[in-house]
């Protein structure tokens, strides 16, 4: 019959003499392989773990529903899928319009403040603006330069609303499409091209042009020098902003071209400024000659207004 020594399992034998003779030994379990095996597997992911989070944000749910493809856009013509372009609050708004108005040298713009969630209500709303007190500063503008001539005959011009809008909102979207089907062209022939999406040039030319605002307001001063030596500081302005955005984007590929391109882009944001200050404020207007109105007897009167 065996006795109970017998019936000792070796393994806690061997295992007592090794910790006796060694403290510091470890031992394993037979669960433990398992539970090494995925301690071991998350490390090797922690680094990479750390830019999923940056990318796919802080939330689990949402990392999962992305990773496992079940997370999906709205189409396109229902209202959630432009909900999207709106979801801004008060300060990334604000923030934005402060790195358009003072740039800081070496950033870049779309990096700085677009890229975590580009948007179309600050473009919107600032391309309104402007095309409202482009007009209204016009027509003022007109109003004090003739004020006190007795031919003159004040008539407000609706039309510069129309012109001003049509002349800006197509600025803000035609540009940057142009721009981005160039980008997308040198990108598959030049690979070290920085891409941005469509939304994000159109945010960064929106933004652009809020310098444009207290600027246009200004205008209304009757002097021509000092509305062209704002006119320039205001270029200045928005204009470092676009070559400090683009010419990351650009700089890698041809010499010729990436200057051409950058050039271009200046050369139409100036055309823009030059355009609305020599035709909204700088545009010599007609003075409406006084009616004349005939006489019963063959003479006519002309009447003073």
Same mark, same amino acid.
């Given at each position: 019959m065996?006795?109970?020594?017998d019936?000792?399992f ?7 003499n090794?910790l006796?003779a ?8 037979i ?10 597997h ?7 773990r750390e830019?999923?989070?940056e990318?796919?944000g802080?939330?689990?749910s ?11 856009s ?47 209500y ?7 603006? +402007? @095309?409202? =007190?482009?007009?209204?500063?016009g027509?003022?503008s %007109?109003?004090? $330069?003739? &004020? ?5 005959h004040?008539?407000?011009?609706f ?5 001003a ?7 803000a979207w035609?540009?940057?499409l142009?721009l981005?089907g ?7 022939k030049?690979m070290?091209?920085v891409?941005?999406s469509?939304l994000?040039?159109?945010c960064?030319?929106?933004y ?6 207290p600027?246009a ?24 902003? +676009? @070559?400090? =955005?683009f ?6 590929? %041809?010499?010729? $071209?990436? &200057?051409?391109?950058v ?15 020599a035709y909204f ?8 000659p ?16």
């Amino acid at each position: 019959m065996a006795t109970v020594d017998d019936l000792k399992f070796q393994e806690f034998d061997d295992a007592a003499n090794l910790l006796a003779a060694n403290p510091d030994a470890t031992t394993i379990s037979i669960n433990e392989p398992a539970e090494i095996s995925k301690n071991q597997h998350g490390r090797l992911q922690e680094p990479g773990r750390e830019e999923d989070d940056e990318l796919l944000g802080t939330d689990d749910s949402d990392k999962t529903e992305l990773l496992a493809g079940q997370k999906k856009s709205a189409p396109f013509w229902t209202f959630e899928y432009y909900q999207t372009f709106f979801d801004v609050d008060t300060y990334q708004v604000l923030d934005r319009i402060k790195g358009s108005v003072f740039p800081v040298p070496g950033k870049n713009f779309v990096r700085l403040y677009i890229r975590s969630n580009p948007d179309l209500y600050g473009p919107f709303w600032i391309c309104a603006t +402007l @095309v409202f =007190t482009i007009a209204v500063s016009g027509n003022l503008s %007109n109003f004090f $330069i003739h &004020l006190g001539k007795p031919t003159y005959h004040y008539v407000p011009e609706f039309r510069k609303v129309s012109i001003a809008a049509t002349t800006i909102y197509a600025y803000a979207w035609l540009v940057p499409l142009a721009l981005w089907g160039f980008l997308m062209w040198r990108n598959s022939k030049v690979m070290n091209i920085v891409s941005y999406s469509f939304l994000e040039i159109v945010c960064v030319y929106g933004y652009s042009l809020f310098i444009y605002i207290p600027t246009a307001i200004l205008w209304i001063i009757p002097q021509k020098v000092v509305r062209w030596v704002l006119m320039v500081f205001s270029l200045c302005l928005s204009g470092s902003v +676009l @070559v400090m =955005t683009f010419w990351p984007a650009v700089r890698d590929d %041809n010499r010729r $071209i990436a &200057l051409a391109t950058v050039a271009t882009i200046v050369l139409l944001h100036a055309l823009l400024a030059v355009g609305c200050l020599a035709y909204f404020f700088d545009a010599p207007e007609l003075d409406f000659p006084a009616p004349i109105i005939p006489a019963h007897n063959g003479t006519t009167v002309v009447t003073k207004s």
